[in-house]
Protein backbone atom coordinates (compact mmCIF):
# COMPACT_ATOMS: atom_id res chain seq x y z
CA UNK A 1 0.00 0.00 0.00
CA UNK A 2 1.50 2.86 -1.09
CA UNK A 3 1.66 6.56 1.59
CA UNK A 4 -0.03 9.24 0.50
CA UNK A 5 0.57 12.59 2.15
CA UNK A 6 -2.19 15.66 2.53
CA UNK A 7 -1.51 18.83 3.50
CA UNK A 8 -4.13 20.56 5.32
CA UNK A 9 -4.92 24.10 4.85
CA UNK A 10 -6.12 24.26 8.64
CA UNK A 11 -6.93 22.53 11.11
CA UNK A 12 -9.35 19.39 10.73
CA UNK A 13 -12.45 21.23 9.78
CA UNK A 14 -15.69 20.81 7.39
CA UNK A 15 -13.35 22.02 4.22
CA UNK A 16 -11.84 18.57 4.96
CA UNK A 17 -15.09 16.22 5.47
CA UNK A 18 -14.24 14.15 2.36
CA UNK A 19 -11.27 13.21 3.41
CA UNK A 20 -11.88 12.11 7.17
CA UNK A 21 -14.66 10.30 5.97
CA UNK A 22 -12.44 8.39 3.23
CA UNK A 23 -9.96 7.59 5.85
CA UNK A 24 -13.02 6.73 7.95
CA UNK A 25 -14.84 4.09 5.11
CA UNK A 26 -11.70 2.44 4.13
CA UNK A 27 -11.86 4.77 0.57
CA UNK A 28 -8.29 5.10 0.33
CA UNK A 29 -7.39 1.85 1.31
CA UNK A 30 -9.85 0.36 -1.57
CA UNK A 31 -7.57 1.92 -3.94
CA UNK A 32 -3.85 0.75 -2.40
CA UNK A 33 -3.55 3.89 -0.61
CA UNK A 34 -2.80 5.13 2.55
CA UNK A 35 -3.59 8.65 3.34
CA UNK A 36 -1.41 10.69 5.59
CA UNK A 37 -2.97 13.79 6.79
CA UNK A 38 -0.75 16.90 7.95
CA UNK A 39 -2.31 19.41 10.04
CA UNK A 40 -0.51 22.69 10.11
CA UNK A 41 -0.94 22.44 14.17
CA UNK A 42 1.92 19.83 14.29
CA UNK A 43 4.58 22.62 13.46
CA UNK A 44 2.02 26.26 14.16
CA UNK A 45 1.65 26.96 10.34
CA UNK A 46 5.63 27.36 10.58
CA UNK A 47 5.49 25.65 6.72
CA UNK A 48 2.89 26.48 4.89
CA UNK A 49 0.70 23.49 3.19
CA UNK A 50 2.21 24.11 -0.71
CA UNK A 51 5.75 24.92 0.91
CA UNK A 52 5.52 21.46 2.06
CA UNK A 53 4.45 20.21 -1.57
CA UNK A 54 7.06 22.30 -2.33
CA UNK A 55 10.01 20.85 0.06
CA UNK A 56 8.82 17.42 -0.43
CA UNK A 57 7.32 16.83 2.73
CA UNK A 58 3.62 16.76 1.47
CA UNK A 59 2.15 15.03 -2.24
CA UNK A 60 -0.68 16.93 -2.12
CA UNK A 61 -1.94 20.19 -0.23
CA UNK A 62 -4.93 22.39 0.50
CA UNK A 63 -4.67 26.03 -0.97
CA UNK A 64 -5.95 28.72 -2.22
CA UNK A 65 -5.80 29.37 -6.24
CA UNK A 66 -3.95 32.17 -5.51
CA UNK A 67 -1.03 30.38 -4.49
CA UNK A 68 -0.85 28.82 -7.58
CA UNK A 69 0.14 31.81 -9.03
CA UNK A 70 2.63 33.21 -6.19
CA UNK A 71 4.84 29.91 -6.79
CA UNK A 72 5.08 30.29 -10.30
CA UNK A 73 5.91 33.35 -10.35
CA UNK A 74 8.22 33.56 -7.54
CA UNK A 75 11.78 34.36 -8.23
CA UNK A 76 12.88 30.49 -8.11
CA UNK A 77 9.42 29.16 -9.67
CA UNK A 78 7.75 26.17 -8.18
CA UNK A 79 5.34 24.39 -10.51
CA UNK A 80 2.16 24.15 -8.38
CA UNK A 81 -0.98 22.71 -10.10
CA UNK A 82 -4.77 21.87 -8.72
CA UNK A 83 -6.07 19.23 -9.78
CA UNK A 84 -9.58 19.61 -8.15
CA UNK A 85 -11.39 22.18 -6.03
CA UNK A 86 -13.45 21.44 -3.05
CA UNK A 87 -16.34 23.67 -3.50
CA UNK A 88 -17.79 24.34 -7.02
CA UNK A 89 -18.64 28.45 -5.36
CA UNK A 90 -17.22 30.67 -3.10
CA UNK A 91 -18.19 30.02 0.66
CA UNK A 92 -15.71 32.58 2.20
CA UNK A 93 -16.31 36.07 2.54
CA UNK A 94 -14.62 39.15 4.53
CA UNK A 95 -16.71 39.69 7.84
CA UNK A 96 -17.59 42.17 10.67
CA UNK A 97 -19.27 41.59 13.90
CA UNK A 98 -22.60 42.90 13.31
CA UNK A 99 -22.59 45.34 16.56
CA UNK A 100 -19.60 46.85 15.31
CA UNK A 101 -18.67 50.41 13.25
CA UNK A 102 -18.19 48.08 10.24
CA UNK A 103 -21.38 47.72 8.11
CA UNK A 104 -19.75 47.60 4.52
CA UNK A 105 -16.56 47.43 3.53
CA UNK A 106 -16.19 51.47 2.72
CA UNK A 107 -16.44 51.26 6.97
CA UNK A 108 -13.55 49.56 6.99
CA UNK A 109 -11.13 52.44 6.20
CA UNK A 110 -9.33 52.92 9.66
CA UNK A 111 -10.20 50.21 11.21
CA UNK A 112 -8.69 46.72 11.60
CA UNK A 113 -8.43 44.08 9.05
CA UNK A 114 -6.37 40.71 10.63
CA UNK A 115 -4.61 38.87 7.62
CA UNK A 116 -3.01 35.33 7.21
CA UNK A 117 -0.40 37.09 5.28
CA UNK A 118 -1.24 35.21 1.88
CA UNK A 119 -0.03 36.79 -1.21
CA UNK A 120 -2.50 39.04 -3.28
CA UNK A 121 -4.93 39.21 0.08
CA UNK A 122 -4.48 42.79 1.31
CA UNK A 123 -4.57 44.16 -2.22
CA UNK A 124 -7.83 41.91 -2.85
CA UNK A 125 -9.87 42.99 0.55
CA UNK A 126 -8.56 46.76 -0.07
CA UNK A 127 -9.80 46.47 -4.04
CA UNK A 128 -13.18 44.84 -2.17
CA UNK A 129 -12.86 48.21 -0.01
CA UNK A 130 -11.88 50.64 -3.18
CA UNK A 131 -15.10 48.93 -5.17
CA UNK A 132 -17.45 49.85 -2.07
CA UNK A 133 -16.41 53.59 -2.66
CA UNK A 134 -13.79 53.60 0.25
CA UNK A 135 -10.06 54.77 0.26
CA UNK A 136 -9.09 51.38 0.83
CA UNK A 137 -6.65 52.87 3.66
CA UNK A 138 -7.12 50.46 6.44
CA UNK A 139 -4.50 48.86 9.51
CA UNK A 140 -3.56 45.42 9.24
CA UNK A 141 -2.37 43.02 11.72
CA UNK A 142 -0.47 40.11 10.91
CA UNK A 143 -1.90 37.72 14.35
CA UNK A 144 -0.69 33.33 14.57
CA UNK A 145 -2.78 32.47 11.83
CA UNK A 146 -4.45 29.60 13.59
CA UNK A 147 -5.92 32.45 15.82
CA UNK A 148 -6.97 34.79 13.57
CA UNK A 149 -10.87 34.06 14.29
CA UNK A 150 -10.36 35.01 17.90
CA UNK A 151 -8.58 38.32 17.10
CA UNK A 152 -12.55 39.07 15.74
CA UNK A 153 -14.27 37.85 18.76
CA UNK A 154 -11.79 39.62 21.11
CA UNK A 155 -12.28 42.87 19.38
CA UNK A 156 -8.57 42.85 18.55
CA UNK A 157 -9.01 43.61 14.72
CA UNK A 158 -12.33 44.79 13.00
CA UNK A 159 -12.21 41.93 10.41
CA UNK A 160 -11.07 39.09 8.83
CA UNK A 161 -11.64 36.48 6.04
CA UNK A 162 -13.37 33.43 6.77
CA UNK A 163 -15.16 30.63 5.83
CA UNK A 164 -19.32 30.82 6.29
CA UNK A 165 -19.52 27.23 6.28
CA UNK A 166 -16.86 26.99 9.47
CA UNK A 167 -16.48 29.91 11.31
CA UNK A 168 -19.84 31.65 10.02
CA UNK A 169 -21.68 28.63 11.63
CA UNK A 170 -19.03 28.68 15.06
CA UNK A 171 -20.37 32.37 15.32
CA UNK A 172 -24.44 31.39 14.94
CA UNK A 173 -23.81 28.60 17.30
CA UNK A 174 -22.26 30.86 20.16
CA UNK A 175 -25.11 33.69 19.27
CA UNK A 176 -22.74 35.83 17.66
CA UNK A 177 -23.98 37.56 14.51
CA UNK A 178 -21.77 38.66 11.41
CA UNK A 179 -22.00 41.31 8.23
CA UNK A 180 -20.81 39.02 5.27
CA UNK A 181 -18.82 40.86 2.54
CA UNK A 182 -18.87 38.45 -0.47
CA UNK A 183 -16.37 38.86 -3.10
CA UNK A 184 -18.56 38.93 -5.58
CA UNK A 185 -21.04 41.00 -4.73
CA UNK A 186 -18.08 43.90 -4.84
CA UNK A 187 -16.66 43.31 -8.18
CA UNK A 188 -14.01 40.95 -7.30
CA UNK A 189 -14.21 37.36 -9.58
CA UNK A 190 -12.70 35.33 -6.90
CA UNK A 191 -12.10 31.94 -7.67
CA UNK A 192 -11.69 28.19 -6.24
CA UNK A 193 -10.29 27.87 -2.49
CA UNK A 194 -9.49 25.69 -1.58
CA UNK A 195 -8.17 23.54 -4.11
CA UNK A 196 -5.94 20.37 -4.03
CA UNK A 197 -2.70 21.06 -5.50
CA UNK A 198 0.03 18.72 -6.46
CA UNK A 199 4.05 19.13 -8.10
CA UNK A 200 3.30 19.40 -11.72
CA UNK A 201 6.84 17.53 -12.47
CA UNK A 202 5.34 14.44 -9.79
CA UNK A 203 1.77 14.15 -11.37
CA UNK A 204 3.65 13.78 -15.08
CA UNK A 205 5.54 10.54 -13.30
CA UNK A 206 2.75 8.76 -11.69
CA UNK A 207 -0.83 9.92 -12.54
CA UNK A 208 -2.28 6.63 -11.21
CA UNK A 209 -2.13 7.46 -7.62
CA UNK A 210 -3.15 11.05 -8.02
CA UNK A 211 -6.20 9.61 -9.94
CA UNK A 212 -7.05 7.23 -7.50
CA UNK A 213 -6.32 9.75 -4.44
CA UNK A 214 -8.94 12.20 -6.41
CA UNK A 215 -11.40 9.38 -6.69
CA UNK A 216 -11.26 7.98 -3.20
CA UNK A 217 -11.78 11.98 -2.11
CA UNK A 218 -14.71 12.73 -4.33
CA UNK A 219 -16.28 9.62 -2.68
CA UNK A 220 -15.65 10.63 0.53
CA UNK A 221 -17.18 14.37 -0.24
CA UNK A 222 -19.88 13.08 -1.69
CA UNK A 223 -20.86 10.53 1.37
CA UNK A 224 -20.54 13.09 3.09
CA UNK A 225 -22.99 15.13 1.50
CA UNK A 226 -25.34 12.00 0.99
CA UNK A 227 -24.68 11.25 4.67
CA UNK A 228 -24.26 14.43 7.01
CA UNK A 229 -25.14 12.81 10.35
CA UNK A 230 -22.54 10.23 9.71
CA UNK A 231 -20.03 12.91 8.51
CA UNK A 232 -20.22 15.08 11.33
CA UNK A 233 -19.64 12.19 13.49
CA UNK A 234 -16.90 11.51 11.85
CA UNK A 235 -15.41 14.88 12.02
CA UNK A 236 -16.33 14.82 15.72
CA UNK A 237 -13.04 12.59 16.19
CA UNK A 238 -10.76 15.18 14.10
CA UNK A 239 -11.64 18.31 14.90
CA UNK A 240 -9.49 20.32 17.92
CA UNK A 241 -11.21 21.11 21.61
CA UNK A 242 -11.59 24.64 20.97
CA UNK A 243 -13.59 23.98 17.95
CA UNK A 244 -16.20 21.83 19.02
CA UNK A 245 -18.72 24.77 19.83
CA UNK A 246 -20.20 24.38 16.63
CA UNK A 247 -23.41 22.44 15.22
CA UNK A 248 -20.95 20.45 12.70
CA UNK A 249 -23.93 19.32 10.99
CA UNK A 250 -25.39 22.13 9.84
CA UNK A 251 -21.94 22.66 8.79
CA UNK A 252 -21.75 20.12 6.70
CA UNK A 253 -25.68 20.72 5.09
CA UNK A 254 -24.25 23.70 4.53
CA UNK A 255 -20.94 22.90 2.91
CA UNK A 256 -22.96 20.06 1.20
CA UNK A 257 -24.87 22.78 -1.54
CA UNK A 258 -21.15 23.94 -2.65
CA UNK A 259 -19.95 20.78 -3.41
CA UNK A 260 -21.27 19.76 -6.22
CA UNK A 261 -22.43 16.42 -7.58
CA UNK A 262 -21.23 12.99 -9.32
CA UNK A 263 -20.75 14.87 -12.67
CA UNK A 264 -18.89 17.92 -11.75
CA UNK A 265 -17.31 17.40 -7.65
CA UNK A 266 -13.80 18.75 -8.17
CA UNK A 267 -13.68 20.17 -11.47
CA UNK A 268 -13.00 23.86 -11.99
CA UNK A 269 -14.09 26.26 -15.18
CA UNK A 270 -11.30 27.91 -17.17
CA UNK A 271 -13.20 30.69 -18.07
CA UNK A 272 -13.45 31.46 -14.14
CA UNK A 273 -10.18 31.03 -13.52
CA UNK A 274 -8.69 33.08 -16.34
CA UNK A 275 -11.30 35.76 -15.16
CA UNK A 276 -9.53 36.05 -11.88
CA UNK A 277 -5.95 36.08 -13.59
CA UNK A 278 -7.28 38.88 -15.55
CA UNK A 279 -8.27 40.49 -12.42
CA UNK A 280 -5.20 39.74 -10.85
CA UNK A 281 -3.20 41.36 -13.96
CA UNK A 282 -5.83 44.27 -14.90
CA UNK A 283 -4.56 45.41 -10.63
CA UNK A 284 -1.45 44.77 -11.28
CA UNK A 285 -0.68 42.58 -8.34
CA UNK A 286 1.14 39.91 -10.39
CA UNK A 287 3.63 41.32 -13.68
CA UNK A 288 4.32 37.43 -14.56
CA UNK A 289 1.41 36.20 -16.46
CA UNK A 290 -0.42 32.36 -16.57
CA UNK A 291 -2.83 31.09 -18.69
CA UNK A 292 -5.50 28.95 -16.73
CA UNK A 293 -4.59 25.71 -18.29
CA UNK A 294 -1.24 26.22 -16.93
CA UNK A 295 -2.09 26.35 -13.08
CA UNK A 296 -5.32 24.13 -13.01
CA UNK A 297 -6.20 20.51 -14.99
CA UNK A 298 -9.34 18.63 -15.20
CA UNK A 299 -7.75 15.39 -16.45
CA UNK A 300 -8.25 13.34 -12.86
CA UNK A 301 -11.56 13.86 -12.63
CA UNK A 302 -12.75 12.04 -15.53
Known amino acids: MKKFRLALDWTPNVNHIGFLVGVEKGFYKDLDIQLEIINPQDDNYRETPAKKVELGKADAALCPTESLISYRSKEKAFPLKAIAAIYQSDVSAICSLKNSQVQRPKDMDKKCYASYQARYEDHIV ?19 KLGIWNTLLEGKADTTWIF ?55 KGFLQAQENPAEAAEI ?14 EKSIRYSADFMGNEKNWGKMRIDKINEFLDWIYDNHLENQQFSADEIVTNELLG
Not at 127 to 134: A, H, I, L, S
Not at 182 to 203: G, R, T
Not at 236 to 245: A, G, Q, V
Open 164 to 218: RNWEGIQAAYKGVDLHYFKMEDYNIPYSYSPVIAINENNFSMDKTQYRNFVKASK
Open 126 to 144: KEMVKNDGGSGDFQISYPD
Open 235 to 248: LSKYIPEYDRDIDL
